[in-house]
């Protein structure tokens, strides 16, 4: 059984949209974090969220995105204005450490039109 | 700018057959590295940890070189499940935190 399950598992939507991608992990973790794959490419960093806050953010992750934890259990990344290069897969990760193995969901696929 | 580089192959062995990869890194100061492998269109699943004395599970073994700065996965016995692209994974040291991902190398196993 995955420890974490991510919402939705395909989101298709037009360019400037907005997007809430969600991850929801089984048990009680204490680090989150997100990562994009651009496909045929390498995964990214964006974000990792420990305390109810940013603890460390990529270049990448800039004003159009954010982070929260609205209930203490899911685990959200919105895009306020959706680019064309938005478009990847979208992977949500747990550890139970800041420098300990990373477990992945099975991730959303972006689409942006 | 911090750099993690692999081959990406893909590496077409047989059934059987033992094959390695490495994986360089550019910052010295490097604290921690993983191994993990990813199918295609799927999540990376963790594979294995590297420590700094080199550690086996089962028929991985992986191996850290601190001075040359690469760590490496050696499989044994390769089996057609294992057919997938093995990512590296290099987590930074210090007051940052930000794990670094290498390309991956594929690895073909066939009959």
């Known amino acids: 059984e995955p420890e974490v399950t991510q919402t939705p598992s395909h989101q298709v939507t037009q360019m400037g949209q907005e997007v809430i991608l969600r991850c929801v992990p089984i048990s009680n973790h204490l680090y989150f974090y997100w990562y994009r794959q651009i496909l045929g490419q390498k995964v990214e960093f964006l974000v990792s969220?420990?305390?109810?806050?940013?603890?460390?953010k990529s270049e990448i992750f800039d004003d159009q995105f954010s982070v929260e934890r609205p209930d203490g259990s899911n685990f959200t990344l919105k895009i306020r204005s959706t680019k064309l290069e938005d478009s990847a897969m979208y992977f949500c990760?747990?550890?139970?450490?800041?420098?300990?193995?990373?477990?992945f969901g099975d991730g959303t696929r972006l689409s942006i039109l | 700018r911090k750099e993690v580089e692999q081959d990406p192959g893909p590496f077409n062995v047989p059934e059987g057959a033992t094959v390695a990869f490495n994986c360089t890194y550019s910052?010295?100061?490097?604290?921690?590295f993983f191994w993990y492998r990813q199918d295609c269109r799927k999540e990376p699943k963790l594979l294995m940890s590297?420590?700094?004395s080199g550690n086996e599970d089962g028929r991985f073994t992986a191996q850290l070189n601190r001075a040359s700065q690469y760590i490496s996965l050696l499989i044994r016995d390769s089996k057609l499940s294992d057919s997938a692209t093995y990512l590296c994974v290099v987590n930074e040291a210090g007051g940052s935190y930000i794990p670094t991902f290498g390309r991956g190398t594929s690895l073909i196993v066939h009959p």
């Open positions: 990760a747990i550890s139970d450490r800041r420098n300990q193995p990373q477990h």
């Open positions: 969220f420990y305390n109810n806050e940013i603890s460390e």
């Open positions: 910052n010295s100061a490097s604290q921690s």
């Open positions: 590297v420590y700094s």
